[in-house]
């Protein structure tokens, strides 16, 4: 039997504009994306050498790969800019790459542990679900950004520390990072195995890493790599690092066009990740 006073709430939400519900409803989607990226923070506070063990990796890249071909000069930059300077976002975008994509087989963990069936049965909506997860593999990323800038700053990499590019730089990470996590949520859910998962992530990790300009120019590729390149969110995550990131750095497809094709395939991906969501848990 309801009471008065419930009856009243539902009708005062039944009655109010609807310009107000529809913030209402924005706002508690935010709260659900939040609550459970501040649920897969919690890991990390229990194993905070994960993010030390995954700045090993782009440290290598810039320490040995960066100063060893910007003494050999053997692929050309286009511009007076240095080969390790046209690097650091490049390896930047790779440490967010290998985050994400690899993010999906905690999910795999998570069904195995009874974790999904439990969220699975919240009133949260399925796409919050997979944003609040999306945006919790944005803030690994950022902390690779903290390792590989400290990193660059050593090496004497001419990094731009104008507070609205470090502003766009973080952005750019955490659309890259969503996009890429997103996406290892959809594998997940149609693989369902850890150990497919793996042999997937690794075949795909290379082809994006490779088919982008994070290591060398768009414009010495061969005509049908430079189709993939342009098809690849990676090549418009390394654009706009490499020209926000970097005193004097340029972009190719132009800055709105960056954040669109990042924003776009974050929504497309977790669009199609939200359905195929509940098919983890079969």
Excluded at 7 to 35: K, T, V
Excluded at 103 to 119: N, Q
Excluded at 210 to 226: C, D, Q, R
Aim: proline share 5%; aromatic share 8%; charged share 15%.
């Amino acid at each position: 039997m309801k009471s008065p006073e419930l009856d009243a709430l539902s009708r005062a939400a039944d009655e109010a504009p609807p310009a107000l519900r529809q913030q209402n409803r924005a706002a508690a989607f935010l709260r659900q994306c939040l609550a459970l990226t501040e649920m897969e923070m919690r890991k990390l506070r229990h194993d905070p050498t994960e993010l030390a063990t995954r700045a090993l990796q782009p440290m290598l890249w810039l320490a040995v790969f960066g100063e060893v071909f910007s003494r050999v000069r053997a692929i050309p930059t286009g511009s007076s800019m240095r080969y390790l300077d046209f690097l650091a976002p490049g390896v930047l975008a790779q440490s967010v790459l290998f985050i994400g994509i690899f993010y999906g087989i905690a999910v795999i963990w998570e069904r195995d542990l009874g974790i999904v069936h439990k969220l699975l049965v919240s009133p949260a909506p399925r796409v919050a679900l997979v944003f609040g997860k999306a945006l919790s593999g944005g803030v690994r990323g950022l902390s690779q950004g903290v390792a590989v800038y400290a990193l660059a700053w050593l090496l004497g990499v001419a990094i731009n520390w104008r507070a609205g590019m470090l502003a766009g730089v973080a952005l750019a990470i955490l659309l890259g990072a969503a996009t890429f996590s997103t996406l290892s949520l959809i594998i997940a859910c149609i693989v369902r195995t850890r150990e497919r998962f793996m042999g997937i992530g690794q075949v795909l990790t290379m082809p994006l890493f490779f088919a982008s300009n994070a290591i060398y120019p768009i414009a010495i590729m061969p005509g049908w790599l430079k189709v993939i390149a342009w098809l690849n969110p990676l090549t418009y995550e390394v654009d706009a690092m490499r020209a926000m990131m970097i005193r004097g750095g340029k972009t190719i497809f132009g800055l709105g066009m960056d954040f669109a094709i990042l924003a776009l395939s974050v929504l497309v991906l977790a669009g199609l990740a939200g359905k195929l969501y509940p098919n983890l848990a079969k």
